[in-house]
């Protein structure tokens, strides 16, 4: 066993082990079924719903040495449990390692959970010292509010809440309003093409300007993963002024995601954003989606969800991150 999985840390009974092959990807989707009705997940989610293993093992495809930072718990041959661990730079420096455990119910509250956050913590503690990052690093994990027995061991090891995030659901895109004169005069809206690209990336991180803890997002992974079908802008003359960056859900046709919805600072309250966001609903109920979800941080300082609300949009979950010094 390597220093990597500190067996020590367990109960009799159970070991860690590194994450192996698809096999093991059948077995993690099971323990986040199995985790369902204690977390209350929502299975709908598109920020964490309950994953098939396909999708589990493209998830642990883009970790950096998925063998080394994810891990599983085993009881019997069976996998019961598993942390992963990655990372990322933010717009202030911070480098934020995040860890993210699962573990069945019938096996909490018998220092599993503790095992497997101490096997993460000591993994990030290297991890940092190899980058050279120990002085601007954070460690954090992801709790939703239902995961009552996350939250718990996160707070008594001395995590705190910095922010969270609220998911909504627009149930029936057939209900949505009927398009009025919601542009102001001068402000025309149409798709994005790839010689929008770099204006689309621009209006979108510049949104963020003044908001914290938010992962530094290079214009090569915004072209990386772009997906235009679904995206729609607004000009003012030659100037784009914002967009709705939205998509249709890979494993479910059925649902749209309006991953994006950024307005210019000199552009809000003027109803552009509504005329975006209007707009990319339709294109995504044209495309097949029946129901449409969105999420948003709760300290959003631009009243956004008066905003979604008007349209139909309804609270569903509520995402919160942790933190933690690395020392």
């Not at 985790?35 to 495809?61: K, N, Q």
């Given at each position: 066993?390597?220093?990597?999985?500190?067996?020590?840390?367990?109960?009799?009974?159970?070991?860690?082990?590194?994450?192996?092959?698809?096999?093991?990807?059948?077995?993690?989707?099971?323990?986040?079924?199995?985790?369902?009705?204690?977390?209350?997940?929502?299975?709908?989610?598109?920020?964490?719903?309950?994953?098939?293993?396909?999708?589990?093992?493209?998830?642990?495809?883009?970790?950096?040495?998925?063998?080394?930072?994810?891990?599983?718990?085993?009881?019997?041959?069976?996998?019961?449990?598993?942390?992963?661990?990655?990372?990322?730079?933010?717009?202030?420096?911070?480098w934020l390692y995040l860890h993210r455990g699962y573990l069945l119910p019938e096996h909490r509250h018998q220092g599993i959970g503790s095992a497997m956050l101490?096997?993460?913590?000591?993994?990030?503690?290297?991890?940092?010292?190899?980058?050279?990052?120990?002085?601007?690093?954070?460690?954090?994990?992801?709790?939703?509010?239902?995961?009552?027995?996350?939250?718990?061991?996160?707070?008594?090891?001395?995590?705190?809440?910095?922010?969270?995030?609220?998911?909504?659901?627009?149930?029936?895109?057939?209900?949505?309003?009927?398009?009025?004169?919601?542009?102001?005069?001068?402000?025309?809206?149409?798709?994005?093409?790839?010689?929008?690209?770099?204006?689309?990336?621009?209006?979108?991180?510049?949104?963020?300007?003044?908001?914290?803890?938010?992962?530094?997002?290079?214009?090569?992974?915004?072209?990386?993963?772009?997906?235009?079908?679904?995206?729609?802008?607004?000009?003012?003359?030659?100037?784009?002024?914002?967009?709705?960056?939205?998509?249709?859900?890979?494993?479910?046709?059925?649902?749209?995601?309006?991953?994006?919805?950024?307005?210019?600072?000199?552009?809000?309250?003027?109803?552009?954003?509504?005329?975006?966001?209007?707009?990319?609903?339709?294109?995504?109920?044209?495309?097949?989606?029946?129901?449409?979800?969105?999420?948003?941080?709760?300290?959003?300082?631009h009243r956004s969800y008066d905003l979604y609300e008007s349209v139909g949009f309804r609270r569903q979950n509520e995402y919160v991150r942790y933190r933690k010094?690395?020392?």
């Open positions: 066993m390597s220093d990597d999985t500190p067996g020590q840390y367990l109960p009799a009974g159970f070991r860690f082990r590194p994450c192996r092959d698809d096999e093991d990807h059948n077995a993690m989707a099971v323990v986040r079924l199995g985790c369902a009705e204690r977390d209350r997940v929502d299975a709908h989610s598109v920020v964490e719903g309950l994953p098939t293993a396909a999708e589990i093992a493209a998830a642990s495809a883009k970790l950096e040495e998925p063998s080394r930072n994810q891990i599983l718990v085993v009881r019997d041959g069976n996998v019961v449990g598993y942390s992963t661990i990655r990372w990322w730079q933010e717009r202030d420096d911070t101490s096997w993460a913590e000591e993994r990030i503690r290297r991890l940092a010292v190899q980058h050279g990052t120990a002085r601007s690093a954070m460690i954090g994990a992801n709790a939703m509010t239902s995961e009552q027995d996350a939250k718990a061991l996160l707070l008594a090891t001395g995590y705190r809440r910095v922010f969270s995030l609220v998911e909504l659901e627009l149930d029936d895109l057939r209900q949505l309003p009927e398009p009025g004169s919601e542009l102001p005069a001068g402000i025309r809206t149409g798709p994005i093409g790839t010689s929008h690209y770099r204006a689309a990336w621009r209006t979108v991180v510049d949104s963020y300007a003044d908001t914290g803890f938010t992962q530094k997002w290079p214009f090569q992974d915004f072209v990386d993963t772009a997906d235009p079908a679904c995206w729609r802008a607004a000009w003012n003359g030659q100037d784009m002024v914002g967009v709705a960056l939205c998509s249709i859900r890979h494993h479910d046709h059925t649902v749209g995601e309006v991953e994006e919805l950024s307005v210019r600072t000199g552009q809000r309250r003027l109803g552009i954003g509504r005329a975006l966001l209007l707009d990319g609903l339709r294109i995504l109920r044209e495309q097949g989606a029946t129901t449409a979800r969105l999420f948003t941080g709760t300290a959003n300082p010094p690395l020392a």
